[in-house]
C-alpha cells in the first residue's frame, strides 16, 4: 500500500490486499486516511471467500490424492506471490516442489530476503512421479500421463472456474480481499472520500447502502479529481 499525506491531506491507495496473513506475507496494515483509493477485486457479494484453513486443507488434501493415485499434481499460480505460497504450504507438509523457471526467479529473491520456502527445485524437462509442480496459468503441458492441473485463485469460488480457466480442479486461495473484507478495510480506514477500482461498478453502490462516501474512480468528477 501507498500514504501519501502533504499536511493537510491523507490518502492510502491500497493495490491488492488481504487482511489475514498468509504462508509468505504479513496481513496488511491499514492506518486511517482522509481519502482511499481502494482496489475491489472481489466487490461482490458471491465472492465471500472460504475459510484459509478450509481452502488449505483442500489444496493438500488434493494433492495427496493425486500422488497417491499415481498422477502428477500441476498447480498453475502467478509466478510472483502465489507460486511462493503454495510452495511453502507444500513443502511444509512434506511434498517435493518444482518450480517452473519463472516463478523459481522470483522465489529466489524471497529466499535472499530472507523468506524461506522449503526445499524445493527447479523444474527441468519432464518432472519424475512423486513430485508436485508449481507453473505458471495456462503453461502448455508436461509431456507426461496423469497430469492433474489444479488452479489456485479467488475466482475459484465460481462453480464454472475451472472450465474458464481450462484445468481440472479450481481451489478458491486467494491473494485479495474478499468481499466482506473489502467492507471492513473501508471502515478501519475510515475516510471521508472512497474511490473504488478495479472492481465491479455495484461495489460502489453497496458501499453507499452501507453509508460511505464512495464514488468510482474511473468515473470521478473534475472536482473529484483534483483532490488527488
Not at 498468509?22 to 486511517?32: F, K, V
Not at 466487490?43 to 493425486?66: E, F, N
Not at 471492513?184 to 472492481?199: D, M, N, P, S, W
Request: hydrophobic share 35%; proline share 7%.
Amino acid at each position: 500500500m501507498l500514504l501519501a499525506e502533504d499536511g493537510d491531506q491523507s490518502l492510502l491507495y491500497t493495490g491488492d490486499f488481504k487482511l489475514e496473513e498468509s504462508a509468505t506475507c504479513e496481513r496488511a496494515e491499514l492506518p486511517r486516511a482522509g481519502l482511499l483509493v481502494i482496489e475491489s477485486t472481489f466487490g461482490d457479494p458471491r465472492y465471500r471467500l472460504p475459510s484459509r484453513a478450509q481452502v488449505i486443507g483442500q489444496l493438500l488434501a488434493l494433492v495427496s490424492r493425486t500422488l497417491r493415485d499415481r498422477g502428477t499434481p500441476v498447480i498453475e499460480a502467478y509466478p510472483l506471490g502465489k507460486s511462493q505460497e503454495v510452495t511453502r504450504l507444500l513443502t511444509d507438509e512434506g511434498f517435493s516442489v518444482l518450480q517452473h523457471r519463472s516463478a523459481y526467479a522470483l522465489s529466489r529473491v524471497y529466499e535472499a530476503c530472507g523468506t524461506s520456502l522449503g526445499p524445493y527445485a527447479l523444474l527441468q524437462g519432464p518432472p519424475t512421479p512423486g513430485h508436485v509442480v508449481v507453473v505458471p496459468p495456462r503453461t502448455p503441458g508436461l509431456d507426461m500421463e496423469r497430469e492433474v492441473r489444479i488452479a489456485v485463485t479467488g475466482w475459484a469460488v465460481d462453480p464454472r472456474a475451472k472450465y474458464r480457466l481450462g484445468v481440472d480442479h479450481a481451489i478458491p486461495l486467494s491473494d485479495h480481499a474478499g468481499y466482506d473484507d473489502l467492507f471492513e478495510a473501508v471502515r478501519r480506514v475510515q475516510a471521508e472520500k472512497i474511490f473504488c477500482t478495479h472492481g465491479p461498478g455495484t461495489f460502489v453502490d453497496r458501499l453507499r447502502a452501507e453509508g460511505f462516501n464512495a464514488y468510482p474512480l474511473d468515473r470521478c468528477s473534475d472536482v473529484q479529481r483534483r483532490l488527488f
